[in-house]
C-alpha cells in the first residue's frame, strides 16, 4: 500500500513535470505500473485477508455454539476485516508521505536529473487513493464476511474426492518430467537458432516452457513431494536420524498442507527475481551498447576532423588524449547463414599496429589477438544471432588471400556509429598488400568534462555535413565486383547495397537519454520486485503462524508422548527450513532458466546480476525464515507451557 501510494505521487509530483528531461512517456509508464500495483496489491490484500478469518475460524464456531446467528458472525467479519483494511490503508499512506523524499531522489539520482525533489501529494492523488482504499476495503470485506457466514455452517459429512497415493505419485512424476523436458527445450533453444525461421520457432518453444515449468512445479509439490516424505516415512529414515516417528508424521502432514502455498510463492517469487536479473542486465546491457557506439566523446572522419579540432582549442576543451587509425574499404565474401551461401558484403580493413595503439577500454572489449592473427568485429553479437561466434566459414577478400582462422569481437573502435559493413583487424602487412577502393582516417577525442561544443557548432557542423555512400557494385564473381564513393545523393537514391558512412559522432548528443531512460525503468521495476518479494515472504511467515495457532496442541500431544522440547524445536525448525528452502531452490532454478529464455545470458552479462540478485534473494529470504522459527518456536512453547501450568 506504501509503495502503491508512492507511485501515485510521482505521477504528478511538480519537480519532475517541469523537468524538460521528464517525457511524456515516463508518466505513461509510471500511471501504468500504478494500475499494476493496484491489482498486485488487492490479489495480496484478498489472500492475507483469508488468513485473517482462518484464524479466527474456532472463536467465530464458539459464537456460533453459544447461539449467535450466522448473519451476525457474518457481520462481525465484515466489520474486522474493514476496520483492518482502513487502518492498513491509513498506515501505508502514511508511511509512503514518509518516504516520498527519499524515494523521490532515488529516481532523480538514477535517472540523473538535475533537479531539486520537491515533497508533493497533490489533491487527485489523494482522492485516487482514498476511492481505491474504500472500495478494496468494502470488497473484501464483503467477502470476507461470507468467509466467516461459510466457516459456521452445520457440518453436513460429504464424500470428499481424494487422490490416493499412487496418483498423487503419478502426477508427482509427471511433474518432473515436464520440468526436465522445459530443461532440455531451454537447451534446445540455444542450440537450435540458426536462421530467421529457427527464431520464431523458439519464441513459440519459450511459451511452450513456461508452461511446463509452471505446471511441473505445480504437480512436483503437490504430488512429488509427498510421495519423497512418504517414502522417508516407509524407510523410517528420520525416526533414526534424531526425529521421533510420531514427530516425522506430524511434520509430513504440516509441509503436505502447505504445498499449495509454496508453488504460489516460488512461482511469484521466480517472477519477480527474474524480473530484477532482467532490468539490472538490461540495464549493463544498454549501458555496453551506449559504450561500443560512443566509446570517445567525439570522433570523426578525416574531412570533419579539422573543424573539430579547432573549435576544441577554441573552446579550451580539456583533451586528454586524440586517437587516429587509418581504414581501407574493399569488397568481401561472407558466409550468411539464413541463405547458407556466400554474399559480397562491405569489409573495412585496419592494420594491427593502429589497432593496438588504441586505448584499453576500447580493445579490452574484444579477444586478445596477436600481431599475425585476424579478428572479425561484428554487430549485435547475441544468443539470438545465428551462429554469434561461428568461425567454420572462411572469409574472402577481394585481391587478397582467404581468412580462414579468426577471433570474433563485437567492439568497434571509434564506436559502431563510424562503420559501416563489418571490420577486420588485420596483420599489417596483409594490410599494405589489400589495395582498398575506398580509404579513410577515423580521429577520436578522449576529453574530460564536457567537450564543450556548442549547439550551434553541432548545427552548423551537421548542417555542412557530407556523408557519404559506399555502394557495393556485384559482379559475377569476387574479383569483378566493386566499390563506389558516391558523394552527392538523396535518401531516394539508396539501394539495397549502400552504405552510409557518417562523418562524425558525439557522445553528449544521446548520453542523457540512455541515462535517464534506463535509471527509470531500474527504478520501476526495483521497486516492484523488491516489494513483492517481501510480501511474498511475510504470505510464507503468516502461514506458519496460522498454522501454529491451529496444531500447536498436537505438539503438546507428542510432548505428553514422551517428545521432548528440543525434539518439538527440531520439529518446528524442519518445517520451516523445508518450507523457506524448497521455495529458494525452485526459485532460483526457474528464474536462472527464465533469464535463459529471456535471452539474458549475453556474452555471460547475466551470470554476475543473477549471482548478486539471487545472493541478495536467499539472503532476505533466509533472514525471513530464520526470524519466523525464532517467532513460531516461541509462540508454541509459550502455548505448551501456559496449557501445563
Keep these: 500500500m506504501a509503495v502503491l501510494t508512492l507511485l501515485a505521487t510521482l505521477v504528478n509530483d511538480p519537480s519532475l513535470q517541469v523537468s524538460k528531461n521528464w517525457n511524456d512517456m515516463f508518466g505513461t509508464v509510471l500511471n501504468f505500473m500504478v494500475f499494476i500495483f493496484e491489482f498486485f496489491t488487492f490479489v495480496y490484500m484478498a489472500y492475507v485477508g483469508g488468513f485473517f478469518i482462518d484464524q479466527q475460524r474456532q472463536e467465530f464456531k464458539t459464537y456460533r455454539k453459544l447461539g449467535m446467528s450466522r448473519f451476525a458472525i457474518a457481520i462481525i467479519g465484515f466489520c474486522k476485516t474493514f476496520i483492518i483494511q482502513i487502518l492498513a490503508w491509513i498506515i501505508g499512506m502514511v508511511v509512503a508521505v514518509i518516504l516520498q523524499k527519499f524515494m523521490g531522489m532515488l529516481l532523480v539520482y538514477l535517472m540523473r536529473l538535475r533537479i531539486d525533489f520537491v515533497f508533493f501529494i497533490s489533491l487527485p492523488t489523494f482522492i485516487r487513493m482514498v476511492y481505491v482504499g474504500l472500495y478494496s476495503s468494502l470488497i473484501l470485506s464483503v467477502i470476507n464476511g461470507f468467509r466467516s457466514f461459510w466457516i459456521t455452517r452445520v457440518n453436513v459429512k460429504k464424500k470428499r474426492f481424494q487422490l490416493s497415493w499412487f496418483t498423487k505419485s503419478l502426477l508427482g512424476v509427471i511433474g518432473l518430467i515436464f520440468f526436465i523436458i522445459g530443461i532440455i527445450l531451454t537447451v534446445q533453444i540455444f542450440s537450435s537458432v540458426q536462421d530467421t525461421q529457427s527464431i520464431d520457432n523458439s519464441i513459440v518453444m519459450a511459451v511452450i516452457v513456461m508452461f511446463l515449468y509452471l505446471f511441473g512445479t505445480y504437480f512436483i509439490f503437490k504430488g512429488f513431494l509427498p510421495l519423497c516424505l512418504q517414502i522417508l516415512d516407509k524407510l523410517k529414515l528420520f525416526s533414526y536420524n534424531g526425529t521421533n516417528l510420531f514427530s516425522f508424521k506430524y511434520l509430513r502432514g504440516r509441509l503436505i498442507k502447505n504445498t499449495s502455498i509454496i508453488w504460489f510463492v516460488t512461482e511469484l517469487s521466480a517472477m519477480a527475481v527474474a524480473l530484477l536479473v532482467f532490468c539490472y542486465a538490461g540495464y549493463q546491457m544498454i549501458y555496453q551498447n551506449y559504450q561500443g557506439t560512443y566509446p570517445f566523446e567525439l570522433a570523426s572522419t578525416s574531412n570533419k576532423a579539422p573543424q573539430i579540432q579547432k573549435e576544441l582549442d577554441k573552446k579550451h576543451t580539456h583533451v586528454r588524449a586524440k586517437y587516429h587509425s587509418n581504414v581501407k574499404w574493399t569488397v568481401s565474401e561472407i558466409w550468411d547463414y539464413s541463405q547458407q551461401k556466400y554474399i559480397p558484403r562491405l569489409v573495412a580493413l585496419m592494420p594491427y599496429s593502429e589497432y593496438s595503439d588504441m586505448p584499453n577500454k576500447v580493445i579490452s572489449r574484444n579477444p586478445t589477438i596477436t600481431s599475425n592473427e585476424f579478428l572479425e568485429i561484428r554487430y549485435n553479437l547475441t544468443s539470438l544471432s545465428p551462429n554469434y561466434r561461428s568461425t567454420t566459414h572462411a572469409i574472402k577478400i577481394k585481391d587478397a588471400p582467404e581468412i580462414q582462422r579468426r577471433s570474433v569481437g563485437s567492439f568497434f573502435p571509434y564506436g559502431t556509429q563510424m562503420f559501416s559493413g563489418f571490420l577486420m583487424i588485420v596483420p599489417d602487412s596483409y594490410y599494405q598488400n589489400v589495395k582498398g577502393e575506398v580509404h579513410e582516417t577515423f580521429y577520436g577525442w578522449d576529453v574530460k568534462g564536457s567537450d564543450k561544443l556548442s549547439s550551434k557548432f553541432m548545427k552548423k557542423l551537421t548542417k555542412k555535413d557530407n556523408h557519404y555512400v559506399i555502394r557495393v557494385n556485384v559482379g559475377s564473381s569476387l574479383d569483378k565486383s566493386s566499390l563506389t564513393k558516391i558523394t552527392s545523393w538523396g535518401r531516394e537514391d539508396i539501394q539495397s547495397n549502400d552504405y552510409v558512412q557518417d562523418t562524425h559522432a558525439r557522445q553528449a548528443s544521446t548520453k542523457h537519454l540512455v541515462t535517464q531512460a534506463t535509471g527509470f525503468f531500474l ?73 535463459g529464455v529471456l535471452n539474458l545470458s549475453v556474452n555471460q552479462s547475466a551470470f554476475i546480476p543473477f549471482l548478486l540478485i539471487g545472493t541478495a534473494y536467499i539472503v532476505l529470504y533466509g533472514l525471513t525464515g530464520f526470524l519466523t522459527f525464532i517467532m513460531s518456536w516461541r509462540g508454541v512453547r509459550q502455548k505448551i507451557q501456559s496449557s501445563s501450568n
Design 523 to 595: 527504478f520501476i521495476v526495483a521497486i516492484f520486485s523488491i516489494a513483492l518479494l517481501i510480501a511474498l515472504g511475510s504470505l510464507l511467515t503468516l502461514k506458519v503462524m496460522l498454522r501454529d495457532d491451529y496444531e500447536w496442541r498436537q505438539l503438546q500431544t507428542l510432548k505428553k508422548i514422551g517428545v521432548t522440547n528440543d525434539e518439538l524445536k527440531q520439529i518446528v525448525r524442519r518445517e520451516t527450513s523445508f518450507l523457506f528452502g524448497i521455495s529458494i531452490i525452485f526459485t532460483l532454478i526457474q528464474s536462472f532458466v527464465v533469464v
